[in-house]
């Protein structure tokens, strides 16, 4: 069953084996290998409950209900704008259905650089169940919009390595309203799948809950803490959930999770540090013809062609949809310039470089650390191992549509850089870059928690325990000793149902 | 003049006097109100607040010439700073106090004068020069500026180009609700 927050009359006291905080792939999961094992688990989740009947697919509805901090999470100096999920299912309700496993080389680095037991074998079985869950298959190239056929048309001209996504949508429509809540349950989120299946064994589910912090005593946490909010203002409704379980899975992503230990006092070993983001950079091109980026399956296309490269940190590349609040946000200036890429949107391609971070040489990412009302506070300082990738990207960019035919490609640089030939790229190694002066953004949050056989380097050990405390668990993105190079998802369900054997080990 | 704005950038020392600015007595100089729309009542901005923020939506949502494609609303119509305004209502203390602060700072005469401007609140500046005072805050060397800059023009564009009422003059014909109709009627 599922609660919501105005439902409940009264402080609650909870006894199960499992309390589960946070309800996206990572807590889903677990909550539903668990359950269907027999045990009793609580899921509380921070967001609230929606359904299809109440995704209007307007952006000004779908950002504040569904995503952090009400559509507006950044990084401290605003340099980075942050689009992370915030609702039951988590992230698995508003991206954008991209799926892959986890690539083999990552799982390779982490196991000879961290002392990971995760091989490509040990997943298989995890990947292949997840993907008969939710309907992960090859997009048909037929099926693609104009926005991300651009993509893979400028790819081909220039001989790039490109091709379809998978993505995990059954009866999808192609509306192209993804990351607003899917009106038709086509695809195949938490919600629909792992949520159901758990409370089908007998979860019950807690929406409206923030978890404020865990309770521990020397190497047992013993309770967890949960403030419940109304589930229209999100303001707290002064009434308490306290579960006390035999084991604690935090399930709350990366950024939140490292927050709630460090609000619980957990700050051994790196909590926060190393948090990674696939930070992206984007481009618009503006073609004669109508490109409609904001109908069709907004990711079908990607690619990789230059996730590993000699000169510095690999990307890849992707399309984003194009709404007009995402876009006027991330669009560059202000007033008559602004306006007239704005009159132009129908006609613009949006496409995102997204760089891998965490593989360079003592690169240290970003840092979740407090606020002063104790939500987290990102930093993530950039220095010339990312410029060089950013540029890189851009030029990628610019490259592959002007092959493809666009009038011309903007920079979202804050004095934009209009690309219409070659020569012009050199523009991009000159342009400023620092913290407001170009657009970054992220939809792909991960590490902060890390995993890994020395506590010193990681928060939980191999199998996802907490170095310290030995009842509790990290389940989710947070604990990816690095980026992944492709979009994480997939990733997170096959590596938390990995894990959710360990846990229900924990409790026999 | 350069070597005060030189100081200001360059010191740490810089960004508290900035902040001790918005005390300064120039700032005396008070910001050109503006009402807010019958019936909306404000929940986190001051009046003059409201009417800073109502003036930086008028500039970063400026357009020249006819709408190219359809009529397109004035930020007031849309009634950008009033829904700021209920948007911010409900963040952190501390991030309310930022606000606040940072809007000071922004339509603070001395602040204008220090930093090469006219001597001025934002609020009273012909648009010419509101343009200029904008263009300084989001090229700015001090980085406190430039994420002021992104804080107001952020919020601006979300709340005007998220109204329904702007769709049509970026070319956007909306959600396809009635295939979403007919599907889900299909199904049922």
Known sequence: MIHKGDQIA????????????????????????????????????????????????????????????????????????????????????????????????????????????????????????????????????????????????????????????????????????????????????????????????????????????????????????????????????????????????????????????????????????????????????????????????????????????????????????????????????????????????????ATIALMIDGFGEGEEGGTVSLRPDGGPRLDYPFGARQYECFRAGMKAIARLHLANGADEVHSFHTKSIRIVKEADLEAIDTAPLGPNLFGVFTAHQMGGCRMGADPSRAVVDPQLRHHLVKNLFVVDGSVFPTGLGVNPMESIYGVSSWAAGHVRAALS | MESRRGLLKKTVGGAVLLAAAGAVPLALRKTKLREPPPGRKLLFFTPAEYSIWAAVADRVLAREGPDPIAPSPAPGQVDVAGKADAFLSPLPENDRKDLKQLLALFDNALFSFLMGGPPRPFTKMDPAQQDEHLRSWQTSRLAIRRTGFQAMKRLSCAIYFGSPDTYASVGYPGPPYELVKSVLGARR
């Open chain 1, 10 to 349: 009264q402080d609650l006291v909870l006894k199960p084996d499992v309390c589960i905080v946070g309800s996206g792939p990572g807590g889903s999961m677990v909550a539903q290998r668990l359950a269907r094992g027999g045990a009793k688990v609580v899921v509380l989740e921070e967001g609230g409950f929606w359904t299809k009947d109440e995704f209007d697919m307007q952006e000004a509805t779908a950002f504040p209900r569904l995503y952090q901090d009400r559509g507006n999470r950044a990084s401290a100096d605003l340099s980075i704008s942050v689009l992370q999920g915030r609702a039951v299912g988590g992230g698995t309700v508003i991206n954008w259905t991209t799926s892959y496993r986890t690539p083999d080389d990552v799982l390779a680095f982490w196991r000879d650089r961290e002392g990971s037991v995760l091989t490509p074998e040990a997943l298989r079985p995890h990947f292949e169940e997840v993907e008969q869950r939710l309907g992960i298959a090859k997009v048909d190239l037929e099926d693609t919009n104009a926005n991300n056929r651009a993509i893979y048309d400028g790819c081909k001209k220039l001989g790039w390595q490109v091709d379809t996504t998978r993505r995990n949508v059954r009866g999808c429509l192609r509306t192209g309203y993804c990351g607003m809540g899917c009106p038709v349950d086509a695809k195949q989120s938490a919600t629909l799948t792992y949520l159901p299946d758990a409370i089908a064994k007998g979860a019950e589910v807690y929406a409206d809950c923030r978890v404020t912090k865990i309770e521990w005593s020397g190497t047992r946490a013993t309770a967890a803490i949960g403030a419940l909010l109304h589930p229209g203002t999100q303001q707290a409704t002064g009434l308490t959930l306290r579960v006390e379980p035999r084991v604690i899975v935090v399930s709350g992503g990366a950024l939140n999770s490292p927050a709630l230990l460090l609000r619980s006092g957990l700050d051994q070993g790196p909590v926060g540090k190393m948090t990674w983001l696939h930070p992206v950079v984007a481009m618009g091109s503006f073609y004669k013809d109508r490109i409609e980026g904001f109908y069709g399956a907004p990711q079908s296309v990607a690619s990789h062609h230059f996730a590993h490269r000699s000169e510095g940190a690999g990307f890849f590349i992707e399309a984003a949809p194009v709404h007009p609040m995402l876009s006027a946000i991330a669009m560059p200036g202000f007033g008559a310039p602004l306006r007239e890429r704005m009159e132009k949107l129908a006609n613009v391609s």
